[in-house]
């Protein structure tokens, strides 16, 4: 199994997190590779001791850092978020498919029957971004697809996780520049320039899996908050890939979630090398997190990319 990773020097101790719990779950061989511009030999050394210590491949490739510079980021991401789009181009041509997984993740079973997965003709496997219907933290409440200009009900994928038909792309000539103009195109649209590119790229060429491979916990995704009130949402026990997205994460201690202990006990395993939950101040903390949640959810930051 290919495993693709793209993280800066600070986001180091949650990759490892959720490598953890990938390997606790999946006892194949597994190669992880790592884009990355800026992270030093000691922190990558020590992420190669661990990885194979676990009878795991380690193949961390440097991409310039000057590339994306330019690239539109938010506030809690960085450009980083950009480097899976270089899969195609970056990872050996022996290598036809790839499992892209973002830093902010848990692994909570196999993903082997996801991997193995036929693409159908299409570039990417994912899943669909919850909330299905108007986007709250779009300001004028448009749904996606009519605020990227899509056909009505277009579909609209979370792009944490990503199967990515590196064969095919390589192929059909698949362009990182064609992704940057859309964003320029699209600018004063985009609320996550990467994955609403990458939804307006790929419209034709993906295809939707079960959203137990990619679940958002999340306190205020409208969805999520419905479903959490109701019986059906009780119903969906087990998810595989559980992902915490938004600004709040669950190495922060105030962080609170059905899935966040489990994800804290898998992290503490890496207090010999020096990492430790963040913000001992809880009460506080947690009101300036919530309140930071609120803020970035309805009004939609974004700065240039430096």
Same mark, same amino acid.
């Given at each position: 199994?290919?495993? !693709?990773?793209?993280? $800066?020097?600070?986001?180091?101790?949650?990759? @490892?997190? *959720?490598?953890?719990? +990938?390997?606790?779950?999946?006892?194949?061989?597994?190669?992880?590779?790592?884009?990355?511009?800026?992270i030093?030999?000691?922190?990558?050394?020590?992420?190669?001791?661990?990885?194979?210590?676990?009878?795991?491949?380690?193949?961390?490739?440097r991409?310039?850092?000057?590339?994306?510079?330019?690239?539109?980021?938010n506030m809690?991401?960085?450009?980083e978020?950009y480097?899976?789009?270089?899969?195609?181009?970056?990872?050996?041509?022996?290598?036809?498919?790839?499992?892209?997984l973002?830093?902010?993740?848990?692994?909570?079973?196999?993903?082997?029957?996801?991997?193995?997965?036929?693409?159908?003709?299409n570039?990417?496997?994912?899943?669909?971004?919850?909330?299905?219907g108007?986007?709250?933290?779009?300001p004028?409440?448009?749904?996606?697809?009519?605020?990227?200009? !899509?056909?009505?009900? $277009?579909?609209?994928?979370?792009?944490?996780? @990503?199967? *990515?038909?590196?064969? +095919?792309?390589?192929?059909?000539?698949?362009?990182?520049?064609?992704?940057?103009?859309?964003?320029?195109?699209?600018?004063?649209?985009?609320?996550?320039?990467?994955?609403?590119?990458?939804?307006i790229?790929?419209?034709?060429s993906?295809?939707?899996?079960?959203?137990l491979?990619?679940?958002?916990?999340?306190?205020?995704a409208?969805?999520?908050?419905?479903?959490?009130?109701?019986?059906?949402?009780?119903?969906?026990?087990?998810?595989?890939?559980?992902?915490?997205m938004?600004?709040?994460?669950?190495?922060?201690?105030?962080y609170?979630?059905?899935?966040?202990?489990?994800?804290?006990?898998?992290?503490?395993?890496?207090?010999?090398?020096?990492?430790?939950?963040?913000?001992?101040f809880?009460?506080?903390?947690?009101?300036?997190?919530?309140v930071?949640?609120?803020?970035?959810?309805?009004?939609?930051?974004?700065?240039p990319?430096?």
């Amino acid at each position: 199994m290919n495993v !693709l990773v793209t993280v $800066s020097q600070n986001y180091v101790p949650y990759m @490892l997190t *959720m490598l953890k719990s +990938l390997f606790q779950h999946n006892k194949c061989q597994i190669t992880v590779y790592l884009f990355h511009s800026r992270i030093d030999e000691a922190t990558l050394t020590k992420a190669r001791d661990y990885i194979e210590s676990q009878g795991q491949t380690f193949s961390p490739i440097r991409v310039g850092s000057d590339v994306f510079d330019d690239a539109p980021v938010n506030m809690h991401f960085t450009k980083e978020m950009y480097y899976r789009l270089l899969a195609s181009k970056l990872l050996p041509e022996s290598e036809e498919r790839v499992l892209y997984l973002d830093p902010d993740i848990l692994i909570r079973g196999s993903v082997e029957e996801f991997y193995c997965l036929p693409f159908d003709g299409n570039m990417l496997i994912a899943m669909a971004d919850p909330p299905q219907g108007n986007d709250p933290r779009c300001p004028d409440n448009r749904p996606h697809w009519q605020r990227l200009g !899509l056909p009505e009900g $277009s579909s609209y994928i979370n792009s944490g996780v @990503l199967l *990515m038909n590196l064969k +095919l792309m390589r192929e059909q000539g698949f362009d990182v520049n064609r992704i940057f103009g859309i964003i320029e195109e699209k600018r004063s649209d985009l609320i996550y320039p990467d994955q609403d590119a990458i939804n307006i790229y790929f419209r034709d060429s993906m295809k939707l899996w079960k959203n137990l491979y990619n679940y958002n916990p999340g306190l205020l995704a409208d969805e999520v908050v419905k479903w959490g009130l109701s019986k059906k949402y009780r119903r969906r026990e087990n998810p595989i890939i559980v992902h915490f997205m938004g600004p709040v994460k669950p190495w922060s201690i105030h962080y609170r979630n059905k899935y966040c202990y489990e994800y804290q006990a898998v992290y503490k395993e890496f207090a010999p090398l020096g990492y430790r939950l963040q913000c001992p101040f809880r009460p506080l903390v947690a009101l300036c997190g919530y309140v930071l949640t609120v803020f970035c959810m309805v009004f939609h930051i974004q700065r240039p990319g430096k």
